[in-house]
């Protein structure tokens, strides 16, 4: 299968990893996007992921609750150090070279990222997983997702989430709700929809990075979008 793309950056929630539990890592669901991301590496596609952690932790509920942000954020850093480390356990163990960066030195635990061996690291053939968000607090993974897409060159953004596109309110709540084949990074902005947030919407635009959302649950979904059908929403 031909593929559209040969360099992407995949943004994976933390929540899906939990899935009907609500929290901590489910390994069916994990085992799923492992292979799904080896599928696509086996036809030469460059993969650089960021995954969430809001199946273990997130820093702004946690404030919410009395946690210091800063604190919180650093808390939900670590969360997505465990999620990458989870990935990338599944991704080895069914074939597919994986290395782990993290955006807060860690070592042994994963290397300190850079732009250059996160690069090489996907050059070589492995799937790079950048966790620790920018490792600042008050930015989001979403953020994260923007910044590392535009550091390490990818041609587009994949927003792997439970539904299958960007709808003009909440299918899950609202049934009425009418998806969108594709929509420009300020009409996402003007309608006030919950896409990302406005620093990693401002940052795609900003550096030309086109996103693309779509359900990441359903098998076989990654190779489609890769392969150009018109599967998920197109944000430009």
Not at 21 to 47: M, P
Not at 115 to 128: H, Q, T, Y
Not at 150 to 171: F, H, N, Q
Not at 172 to 190: G, L, M, Q, R
Request: aromatic share 6%.
């Amino acid at each position: 299968m031909r593929t559209k793309y040969k360099r992407i950056l995949l943004k994976l929630s933390g929540e899906s990893l939990a899935v009907t539990q609500g929290h901590g890592i489910d390994t069916v669901r994990l085992n799923q996007y492992a292979e799904q991301i080896k599928e696509i590496a086996s036809q030469g596609v460059q993969i650089a992921i960021v995954i969430g952690g809001g199946n273990i932790f997130r820093g702004l509920s946690g404030a919410s609750k009395g946690f210091d942000r800063v604190k919180g954020d650093q808390m939900g850093m670590l969360a997505t150090v465990i999620n990458s480390l989870a990935l990338s356990s599944a991704l080895v163990a069914i074939g597919q070279p994986a290395q782990v960066f993290t955006a807060i030195n860690m070592f042994p635990i994963g290397e300190h990222y850079s732009k250059w061996r996160a690069i090489e690291a996907m050059n070589n053939g492995a799937v790079a997983i950048i966790s620790g968000g920018t490792g600042n607090p008050f930015f989001t993974t979403d953020t994260g997702s923007a910044l590392r897409g535009i550091e390490v060159e990818a041609e587009v953004m994949l927003k792997g989430t439970r539904v299958d596109g960007i709808y003009t309110a909440d299918p899950e709540k609202d049934p009425t709700a009418e998806k969108f084949s594709e929509i420009t990074y300020d009409e996402v902005y003007t309608r006030g929809l919950k896409v990302m947030d406005l620093t990693a919407t401002a940052l795609c635009k900003e550096n030309h990075l086109p996103i693309i959302v779509f359900n990441m649950d359903c098998p076989g979904n990654l190779a489609k979008v890769l392969a150009g059908e018109p599967i998920g929403t197109l944000v430009y």
